[in-house]
């Protein structure tokens, strides 16, 4: 981790400068983690898609104001990527947003689409589906901790707690979901 | 050491060998009895966790293909002057592309002037690049300081004038001869006042420039001679007057 913050030093302090292909640099290092926090928590993957390039956006928009002063950059864009999903959410009707796409599994056309997309989209579903059942912070934090892989510490700063609450209420979400999962099967 | 940092540290340190099948989940609980209870539904979950990661991936090529569009719609955002606009971060191959542009629009514009400057030189009354002919002249003559050069530079055209006058008639052109009999007669002037502003500023070499300019007029009245026996007689006047111009000329220089 720390290797990596150094990296992410560097290539800050060249975006800051306004070299988009650090911040391209930095987007390939951290969009896939903020892609899978947002589309675990979003009813479809374009939606997931537009939202990663918005809070990338938003965060080169920043970036000017952005100083480290102890928050990992990975942190800050984490605070947008929550800020970019509760707007969203705001803006959209959440329940719509959770309900399986009746899309799915099918190309516009009616054709249907390949068996390993449809089985990823079937997954994808499960996965909502159990989580959407967890209350938003216990959400929050499996997903930073287990599918984006942010350590305590980082989880801590983007959740604004102190990493002795994010152990407590990761060990309550762990429960939790071993719980849905039992009442899923 | 609370229950919550154990179980934390627990499923950080085994997590990834249970993911890789390394080891299994009665094997890590037989290693923390005490904790089994409480351990093994969190480490199920947190499995089913790592495990829905691979569902929730990336499809193949959309961070290459979605970098490139952030780093162009970031590039859109940035205000930048006339200088940053030309020496913005381009692609190795728009680089290529911005210089070698330039250059071959540059290097056709030449060709097309150099043959255009041809065309005129070669031009004679009538054709279309015949007043271009005539600008390039006086520009030469207005960028020649030398009274002597400047001489020289009016015998040339007026020898240039001559020659136009020949190609006309052998082109049956006769309805450009009395102009072209005008511009001779205004070039042999022009020869004339350049000679005799030699012989004020410079003395010693006026008599070459003369010399010069008795041996262009003498070899146009020949030419246009010959020319008027080998014409058709309506043409005799136009060719005459031409003569007499030279003929004029050269009495002038006498």
Not at chain 1, 54 to 60: D, G, S
Not at chain 1, 94 to 115: F, I, K, S
Not at chain 1, 149 to 167: C, Q
Not at chain 2, 215 to 242: C, F, G, H, K, W
Request: net charge neutral; glycine share 4%.
């Amino acid at each position: 981790m720390p290797a990596r913050q150094d990296n992410d030093r560097e290539l800050i302090r060249r975006a800051q400068r306004g070299d988009p292909h650090a911040f391209g640099d930095l987007y390939v290092t951290h969009a896939p983690a903020i892609f899978r926090y947002l589309f675990a928590q979003l009813g479809n993957c374009m939606d997931a898609e537009d939202l990663t390039g918005e809070v990338f956006l938003k965060a080169w928009q920043s970036l000017p104001k952005y100083m480290e002063r102890g928050v990992p950059f990975l942190a800050f864009l984490f605070r947008i990527a929550h800020n970019t999903l509760v707007d969203h959410f705001r803006q959209n009707n959440r329940l719509e947003q959770q309900a399986p796409d009746e899309m799915d599994g099918y190309h516009e056309d009616g054709t249907p689409e390949p068996v390993d997309t449809v089985g990823k989209l079937l997954e994808h579903q499960k996965i909502l589906g159990v989580l959407s059942k967890l209350r938003p912070d216990y959400q929050s934090v499996l997903t930073l901790r287990f599918i984006s892989e942010l350590s305590p510490e980082e989880t801590a700063r983007v959740m604004k707690r102190s990493v002795g609450a994010i152990r407590v209420l990761q060990h309550r979400a762990l429960a939790a979901l071993r719980d849905e999962l039992d009442e899923k099967q | 050491m609370r229950i919550e940092r154990q179980i934390e540290k627990i499923i950080q340190e085994h997590l990834p060998d249970l993911e890789n099948g390394q080891e299994t989940l009665d094997a890590v609980l037989e290693k923390f009895p005490k904790l089994a209870n409480e351990l093994r539904p969190r480490l199920e979950a947190a499995l089913w966790l790592r495990k829905a990661r691979f569902a929730l991936a990336t499809r193949p090529g959309y961070i290459h293909d979605s970098r490139k569009c952030l780093e162009a719609k970031i590039e859109e955002t940035q205000p930048r002057g006339w200088l940053g606009n030309i020496f913005r971060q381009y692609t190795p191959q728009r680089w290529v592309f911005n210089i070698v542009a330039p250059v071959v629009i540059i290097l056709l514009l030449a060709l097309v002037i150099n043959s255009a400057v041809l065309t005129a030189r070669l031009s004679i009354p009538g054709d279309p690049l015949y007043s271009t002919k005539l600008v390039l002249e006086r520009t030469r003559l207005a960028f020649t300081f030398d009274p002597g050069d400047k001489s020289n530079l009016y015998m040339e055209y007026s020898r240039q004038r001559t020659s136009e006058f020949v190609e006309l008639v052998l082109d049956g052109e006769y309805d450009q001869l009395p102009a072209a009999t005008t511009r001779l007669e205004a070039e042999i002037i022009a020869s004339l006042h350049a000679l005799n502003k030699i012989s004020v500023a410079d003395a010693t070499s006026e008599r070459p420039a003369t010399a010069g300019l008795h041996d262009t007029l003498s070899n146009e009245i020949a030419m246009l001679r010959i020319l008027q026996r080998s014409s058709p007689p309506s043409v005799y006047a136009n060719i005459a007057q031409a003569i007499q111009v030279a003929q004029t000329g050269l009495m002038a220089l006498r």
